[in-house]
Nanobody, 126 residues
């Protein structure tokens, strides 16, 4: 099992940058594929970006070129670097984890993730 805690959210202006962190507790963090999702008011939660055990990544088209995910297995951390933020990026951002024997391959489906953090609010003002 793994427990996830997000941090780093806040209120920023359009064009600013923000880095979210996800701290994992438990064993064998390197065996988990990780992802970031977000949910805006009145909308369903959506995939933002994911990273495989081996470090390959995949981003949603809406954030491609602006958001970057990375992981530090020694520190049991996952990061989401968000640049050129837009008001439409306003949402609660969630970190998620899926245990997998596959070292490659990013997990895209929300339903495939077994573990979730509590979320951190990101608000981008225009």
């Amino acid at each position: 099992q793994v427990q996830l805690v997000e941090s780093g959210g806040g209120l920023v202006q359009a064009g600013d940058s923000l880095r979210l962190s996800c701290t994992a507790s438990g064993h064998s963090f390197s065996r988990y594929a990780m992802g970031w999702f977000r949910q805006s008011p009145g909308k369903e939660r959506e995939f933002v970006v994911g990273i495989s055990r081996s470090g390959s990544t995949h981003s949603a088209d809406s954030v491609k070129g602006r958001f970057t995910i990375s992981r530090d297995n020694d520190k049991k951390m996952v990061y989401l670097q968000m640049n050129s933020l837009k008001p439409e990026d306003t949402a609660v951002y969630y970190c998620a984890a899926k245990a997998t024997i596959l070292s490659v391959g990013v997990v895209l489906a929300e339903s495939d993730y077994a573990y979730w953090g509590q979320g951190t609010q990101v608000t981008v003002s225009s």
